[in-house]
C-alpha cells in the first residue's frame, strides 16, 4: 500500500535550470495539492486540482506550473529555478465519501535546493 | 482569504501534564479541519479529522474540538509523553477544496 508517493526525494539544481516533480497516489482520489514548507513556517499551498484535467493557483504559485493529465498523477513543475525555491515540497491527495470530505494523506517530502 | 494562525508556537511541558493547542481560522465557512503531526525531517500524519458537521473529535489521548461560529479549533493531549515531541500543525478545507496551514506549535514534553 504504497499511498502517495513523491519522486525525487532530493535534488539540487542550478539558478535557471529546470525540473519536474511526480507525485503519484495510488487511492482513486480527487483532489490533491503541492505545498512548500519553508523552515519555521507552516504549509504554503502552491497549486492544488479537484480533478483530472483540472488545477487552481494556491497562495504562492508563482514560479510554478502543474499538470493533472492523469487521475493518480499531479506534477509539479520548476521552468527556471531560483534560490527563492528552495524549499521542501510536499504533495498530498484526498478524496469524498459522498459530501463529506475525508482525511488528507501526504507524501514523504522532495528537499530541494537551488544553488 | 482564508488565514489559519497556531498558538503557542511552541510549548515546553514535563511528561504526564495535559496540554491544549489552539488553531483559530478567520473565515467560518469550512468543509473540514485536520489536525497532523510532522516529526523532524519527515511527512505529516494524521490525527484527526473534524467535519463541519462535528463539534469533536476523540482517538486514544487526543480530543479535538471544532467551533466553527468563533472560528477556533483545539487540540486536546492527556497525559503527554516524551514520544508526543513533534509539531503540530493544522489544516482548514474551504468550500474551493483549498486546504490552509497554520505555521504549528513545536511541542516538547520532557521526561
Known amino acids: 500500500n504504497a499511498g502517495v508517493t513523491q519522486t525525487p526525494k532530493f535534488r539540487v539544481l542550478k539558478t535557471g535550470q529546470s525540473m519536474t516533480l511526480l507525485c503519484a497516489q495510488d487511492?482513486?482520489?480527487?483532489?490533491m495539492y503541492w505545498y512548500r514548507q519553508d523552515p519555521g513556517m507552516g504549509l504554503r499551498l502552491i497549486h492544488y486540482s479537484v480533478g483530472e484535467g483540472t488545477t487552481a493557483k494556491g497562495e504562492v504559485p508563482d514560479g510554478y506550473n502543474v499538470s493533472r493529465l492523469k487521475k493518480q498523477n499531479f506534477l509539479l513543475g520548476l521552468e527556471s529555478a531560483a534560490p527563492s525555491q528552495t524549499s521542501v515540497y510536499f504533495c498530498?491527495?484526498?478524496?469524498?465519501?459522498?459530501?463529506?470530505?475525508?482525511?488528507?494523506?501526504f507524501g514523504q517530502g522532495t528537499r530541494l535546493t537551488v544553488v | 482569504k482564508q488565514e489559519v494562525t497556531q498558538i503557542p508556537a511552541a510549548l515546553s511541558v514535563p511528561e504526564g501534564e495535559n496540554l491544549v493547542l489552539n488553531c483559530s481560522f478567520t473565515?467560518?465557512?469550512?468543509?473540514?479541519l485536520q489536525w497532523f503531526r510532522q516529526d523532524p525531517g519527515k511527512g505529516l500524519t494524521s490525527l484527526l479529522l473534524i467535519q463541519s458537521s462535528q463539534r469533536e473529535q476523540t482517538s486514544g489521548r487526543l480530543n479535538a474540538s471544532l467551533d466553527k461560529s468563533s472560528g477556533r479549533s483545539t487540540l486536546y493531549i492527556a497525559a503527554s509523553q516524551p514520544g508526543d515531541s513533534a509539531t503540530y500543525l493544522c489544516?482548514?478545507?474551504?468550500?474551493?477544496?483549498?486546504?490552509?496551514f497554520g505555521a504549528g506549535t513545536r511541542l516538547t514534553v520532557k521526561p
Open positions: 498530498a491527495s484526498s478524496s469524498t465519501q459522498g459530501l463529506m470530505n475525508t482525511e488528507a494523506f
Open positions: 487511492m482513486n482520489h480527487e483532489y
Open positions: 489544516a482548514v478545507r474551504g468550500w474551493g477544496n483549498d486546504m490552509r
Open positions: 473565515d467560518s465557512a469550512i468543509y473540514n
